[in-house]
């Protein structure tokens, strides 16, 4: 007996995203999986480029989130998502042409209310990418075994009802980790998943910032990531707006 396929609204918070967006777009028109059974909402956090304009050329939703931070344009992304699941990915990253459809086979098991997967680097070094990839696999594997699901925003997805009836929205109070702290809420509702075989290709332009701005920011993803998942508090810090 064949499943229904679920209606699904692709999030997509974007900050001055011009340079990336077309590819994160392109990628999301070419999904294998039927037109009329998703759509694209791209939530512009004021952007003085041309995102909302190259959104609306791919056809997509925009919508405007005027609170400056990544937590906000995802709350509202999220609150005004149309589908039965929505899923979440960022402006620099590149799904899989099958993103969708897998997605839609893990929530046919009704006990599950949401999922994460795996993500890559845009990278050269194929060596540094595949060990940075089963470092993270690692990494999350650890955390839903110990009960602490790990959410990503490049690459996660909720079931909208448990979403809107039961977790009613982000907590904006996590300026750093708003989408981590979602799959702690998730789990009291159901299932979360962790799905290896559903991956996604973001930007390093972090890897690409001098170092001591790198250490900087790692140290406060660091600190945000152990006040969400085992502390489940909000970090003290923030990062400067890049998406």
């Not at 006990?111 to 845009?122: P, R």
């Not at 702690?184 to 509702?189: D, G, N, Q, V």
Request: glycine content about 4%; aromatic content about 10%.
């Amino acid at each position: 007996m064949k499943h229904k396929l679920p209606q699904i609204a692709v999030v997509i918070p974007a900050f001055n995203e011009e340079k990336y967006l077309p590819k994160c777009l392109k990628a999301l028109q070419n999904q294998n999986y039927p037109k009329n059974l998703y759509n694209i909402l791209v939530v512009n956090n004021n952007s003085t480029d041309h995102t909302a304009e190259i959104a609306k050329k791919f056809g997509a939703r925009v919508l405007k989130e005027e609170k400056q931070g990544h937590v906000y344009s995802l709350n509202t992304g999220l609150l005004h998502a149309k589908g039965d699941i929505i899923a979440v990915t960022d402006a620099d990253t590149v799904v899989t042409k099958d993103w969708l459809f897998k997605l839609s086979q893990i929530f046919e098991d009704k006990t599950v209310v949401g999922v994460t997967g795996s993500i890559k680097l845009d990278i050269e070094s194929k060596l540094f990418n595949a060990f940075i990839t089963k470092l993270y696999n690692l990494f999350l594997t650890i955390n839903f075994s110990c009960n602490k699901p790990h959410t990503a925003g490049p690459n996660m997805a909720i079931r909208k009802s448990i979403f809107i009836n039961k977790l009613k929205c982000v907590d904006t109070r996590y300026k750093i980790s708003g989408d981590v702290e979602i799959g702690m809420r998730l789990r009291k509702h159901g299932k979360v998943k962790f799905a290896k075989s559903l991956t996604v290709t973001t930007s390093s332009r972090r890897f690409k910032s001098d170092f001591w701005g790198f250490t900087r920011d790692f140290l406060k993803y660091s600190v945000a990531y152990v006040c969400a998942i085992w502390l489940q508090r909000p970090p003290t810090g923030h990062l400067l707006p890049i998406r």
